[in-house]
């Protein structure tokens, strides 16, 4: 019998999530059945998304219960296994628990493979975040090359990816991020052209219509809000927008309202369209593959953000919408 | 030397135009030069968009200065001509001035041909409005077999045509219009599914998910405002959504605000699109000749509100915002 720490849902926060949110429990695991694995969970992935779970009412994921264990992405190894695919001292990657230790279903995991990189890659550039900007960008935001591209949440971990890949279609990219700091890693080591720290910024509008003077022709938004408000005053004819998240409303319990951008669509025939990762899943290979490729040969950067300790993972979580990571936030858990 | 009735924009209207923003001037015209020809104006159109030109700051049609004539598109009666490709008799659309009698080049100027049916028809379904339903549909909207699609101002020059060629494509189409009397309109002469009158209904959302159990797959959206916002709480998985007006919002002075949508977006990665007739102009003559023969099949139904007199051509404009026409607002000018 293994004995392991999890984090289970305590309640359900009423804005942002605090410390009557999660609850820490001390529980047993039962041994792996025909086709289970029991794991060492190494890295465990907090993500934006995990806030809409956290409500009860309808999100894009489905909503988690009070009293269940909280989910995420994570890496582990595979310590004991019953009938499956792996081997124990295997790496596997998939949809597991915020804990130490974990019993899952073999089908549903992955064999990782990061090459010479560190593991916690798989939960970062080359795994959900890394694809999402991949298809993003490719099937959703469309760079072409001249075009002037804005990212919000540019250091963040699909932020700091887009923004190089539309670099690499031949457009000018300019993030917003929220550190001097930031700035600096989103412009020397993500290779944007500019990026605007928008909590030393009075005007977005403004600071935007500077760092972009012909104009938006492509925004990457994961923001939403005032920043978003901003860039839609600076799109241009036939200008792309994709939207991945809203970090800035999920804490919102009440329908976030703003400026009304739909007339500006009528005189940009402006498109804009939401995306979700998992409508790709049958390219997921091809998207790792090319992301681990341009890492190698460095035409890819990426950052990650790693708070150790599993009992750290709410305030790495609380973080991601304190804008304290940079690049992929990961817990390692031991 | 000819002397004719003209209206001018006397001042930009703050919120609904009045009695203070025409002005209707009795003016001489020179003689037609060049290229040019006298005008006996027939039918003038009066459209949402013009409200846009009134307003000094930047839309999508550039704005009227204070004391110049209102332009429009408008049939009119070739007088004279001085070397020109028209004869004195023939019948020519094109944008004129709301005006009786008008001196413009005839280059600028096409014949009609709307064979049997009124001339009027050259500013309504077989003109600017029926293109943009054409287009807006073909090129935005995109229905789909099975789709259910809304239609907002259903019973107008636009939205009238967008559910009929929508039903075309195999969708179940309902409408918003503003009265039972459109609503019967709608559903019997236009064929649409159903028709929701929004002045008798308090809770447009409920509406509209008795009407659209199995959600909304398209939306054409010709106003903007609350009924949009009830729309799309409804949005289904890969829902397209073309934007074509926002009449309700049209009078307002200050920007609109209103629940942010863009998170709807990422749940159901649905597509979002402005559009503008004048971006598919090297197609015109298709969709002029496709509307003339399904109209002329009895395929295509269309409703005419005509306004006598050019003196009642505000009235009839103002009148737009107040959805007092059914299908397209002309005024019969003589």
């Given amino acids: 019998m293994v004995t392991t720490k999890r984090y289970h849902l305590a309640e359900r926060p009423d804005g942002v999530p605090d ?9 047993e695991l039962g041994e792996p059945g025909p086709g289970e694995v029991l794991l060492d969970i190494q890295y465990l992935s907090v993500d934006p998304y995990m806030r809409g779970r956290m409500r009860a009412g309808e999100s894009y994921a489905e909503p988690w219960e009070v009293g269940q264990p ?12 019953y009938g499956t695919q792996f081997e124990p001292g295997d790496t596997v990657v998939g949809n597991m628990v915020w804990a ?11 064999s990782v493979s990061v090459g010479d990189l560190p593991a916690s890659t798989a939960l970062g550039v080359l795994g959900m975040p890394g694809r999402t900007a991949y298809f993003g960008t490719r099937e959703v935001l469309e760079p072409r090359a001249g075009d002037t591209v804005v990212v ?9 990816v887009v923004g190089q890949l539309a ?68 799109l241009n004819v036939d200008a792309h927008v994709a939207v991945c998240g809203q970090i800035a409303l999920y804490n919102e319990e009440e329908v976030p309202t703003g400026p009304r951008k739909l ?16 409508d790709y899943a049958t390219r997921f290979e091809k998207a790792a593959s090319d992301l681990a490729e341009w890492v190698g040969t460095g035409e890819l950067a990426y950052c990650e953000t790693v708070t150790e300790g599993l009992e750290n993972a709410p305030d790495a979580f609380v973080g991601l919408f304190e804008g304290e990571n940079i690049g992929k936030q990961v817990v390692k858990v031991e």
């Fill in 152 to 160: 919000s949440a540019a250091a963040g971990a699909v932020g700091s």
């Fill in 263 to 278: 007339g500006k669509l009528i005189e940009t025939r402006a498109r804009v369209q939401g995306l979700l990762v998992g």
């Fill in 19 to 27: 410390d009557d949110t999660f609850d820490l429990r001390e529980v």
């Fill in 70 to 81: 909280l989910e995420g992405g994570a890496v582990a190894e595979v310590v004991e296994e």
């Fill in 167 to 234: 670099k690499k279609q031949g457009a000018t990219v300019i993030g917003f991020a929220g550190s001097d700091e930031k700035c600096k890693i989103v412009e020397a080591e993500f290779g944007f052209d500019a990026c605007l720290n928008y909590k030393a910024t009075d005007d977005y509008v403004e600071a935007l219509s500077e760092a972009a003077p012909a104009g938006v022709d492509g925004y990457f938004d994961n923001v939403g809000g005032p920043i978003t408000d901003a860039v839609f005053t600076q």
């Fill in 100 to 110: 130490e230790q974990h019993v899952a279903n073999a089908a549903e995991l992955q």
